[in-house]
């Protein structure tokens, strides 16, 4: 039987949702947007301002900022594609508290990010603490990445 996918993804201004509807489509997979209860502003994005709010998030160890919504059927999925845009050279702390408020035992989660040029990094052993019993396997920057370039991806990972 084959395995049953789910792309998660958190997006704050739009491109890793675009590339998370792709993968989803490449990956024959469900869709779920990971919700800020907070929504964004443009202000809380500015990098440039040390007192934002996703400058305090990504220098403050401890945070986690809320979600509104949860997955409620991941016991269906064996694959989770986990998707969000690359801050601070890392995942958005807002994915760690996505991880940390589900049991991802058993299940294989496979990274994506867009991001304005930097890759991945170390974003997997960053994350792995909050998902202790999942496999990480893989992961990939998919900025401007084609359908195509997706299912090939998809395909090298299964086995
Ligand atoms: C707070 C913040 C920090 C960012 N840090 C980085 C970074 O370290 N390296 C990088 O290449 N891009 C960085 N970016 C750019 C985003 O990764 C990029 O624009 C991404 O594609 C946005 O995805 P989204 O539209 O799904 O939110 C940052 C953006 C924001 C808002």
């Known amino acids: 039987m084959s395995k049953k996918s789910l792309v998660a993804y958190f997006s704050a201004s739009g491109v890793t949702k675009r590339a998370a509807s ?4 490449a990956a024959n997979a469900d869709l779920f ?12 994005l500015d990098w440039t ?5 996703s400058s305090l998030e990504m220098t403050g160890f401890a945070s986690r900022p809320e979600i509104k919504n949860r997955v409620e059927n991941l016991s269906d999925y064996d694959v989770v594609f986990l998707g969000f845009p690359i801050w601070w050279y890392t995942a958005p702390t807002i994915i760690k508290t996505f991880l940390e408020a589900h049991d991802f035992s058993g299940k294989e989660i496979v990274l994506f990010a867009t991001s304005g040029g930097s890759g991945l990094g170390r974003t997997e052993s960053a994350l792995a603490p909050c998902a202790p019993n999942a496999v990480f396997k893989g992961g990939k920057l998919l900025n401007g990445a084609s359908e195509a370039s997706l299912k090939s991806w998809v395909e090298s990972l299964k086995g």
Not at 22 to 25: D, M, P, R
Not at 34 to 42: G, L
Request: proline share 10%; aromatic share 4%; charged share 45%.
């Open 22 to 25: 792709l993968l989803a489509k």
């Open 33 to 44: 947007e990971i919700q800020p209860k907070e929504p964004y502003t443009r202000a809380d």
């Open 49 to 53: 301002n040390k007192r934002s709010r």
